[in-house]
């Protein structure tokens, strides 16, 4: 099988985030970044599909040049091969992310597209949908557990009330993977070596005439307001109790 996953670098959750000074965008000096856990849950799944019946792994991400990076990482995991579609630092919302990705896709002839349900910077989750609409393929997300059968996926997700779907999707199909599906594998330090020698072919958006201007222009950011101290309510239990509900009267918050 021929499979692709759609990989997204994110900030790391630890790196501090700041507002740039235009006060519409973030600064990225001091972020370190890394693989989109859940695009992370999307690469174990094909390297499990690929290892159980054989082929190649293919990712694909959109992005600035430092995105090489990242593939690397996906590549020390054991992908085969990387796509980068160099968009120069443009930021893109998420029609033009799919509209790019899709379009590096469709020459790829993939059996199956395996990605993230959302990524945990921007929160989105309609990459991955965008891409299947875009090629015309049916997707289904987010997915806890999947089979392959006679051409088909058979897939698992969750819906209101605690019920769960079983959806079966004819194969090219876009498949949006939850936390729970599989647990990522370790890099291992010949993974790092081999991901060296491993080709990453870089793709120029601009030249090709794939940039567009975006349709969602973010007009401002703000720091989230501070939080006010903590308020101890002492005394046995009937007089807090007494004291708290006066207080949420009263006062409406502590």
């Not at 700041?18 to 990225?28: K, N, P, R, T, V």
């Not at 194969?171 to 010949?190: F, M, Q, T």
Request: aromatic share 4%.
């Amino acid at each position: 099988m021929k499979i692709g996953v759609l990989l997204k670098e994110v900030p790391d959750t630890e790196s501090p985030i700041q507002i740039a000074q235009d006060g519409s965008s973030i600064s990225f000096e001091r972020v370190q970044w890394v693989i989109n856990p859940y695009d992370e849950i999307a690469l174990e799944e094909a390297l499990r599909l690929r290892e159980a019946s054989g082929g190649e792994v293919l990712t694909v991400t959109v992005g600035p040049a430092r995105a090489k990076d990242t593939l690397r990482k996906g590549l020390a995991m054991g992908a085969d091969r990387a796509i980068l579609v160099d968009t120069g630092g443009a930021s893109l919302d998420p029609f033009n992310a799919a509209r790019l990705l899709a379009k590096a896709c469709e020459t790829c002839g993939f059996d199956v597209i395996f990605a993230g349900k959302l990524a945990t910077d921007d929160g989105w989750g309609q990459v991955h949908i965008g891409v299947a609409e875009i090629m015309g393929l049916p997707h289904v997300s987010p997915v806890e557990r999947i089979e392959f059968d006679d051409g088909e996926a058979i897939a698992t997700r969750a819906a209101e009330g605690g019920v769960k779907e079983i959806v079966r999707a004819r194969l090219p199909a876009v498949i949006g993977c939850e936390k729970g599906l599989n647990e990522p594998r370790y890099v291992s330090l010949p993974g790092i070596m081999k991901a060296r020698s491993k080709p990453i072919d870089v793709k120029d958006a601009s030249e090709r005439g794939e940039a567009s201007a975006p349709t969602i222009v973010r007009s401002g950011l703000s720091e989230p307001p501070v939080r006010g101290g903590v308020r101890m309510i002492e005394g046995a239990p009937q007089t807090a109790a007494d004291e708290l509900a006066r207080l949420l009267r009263e006062v409406g918050a502590l």
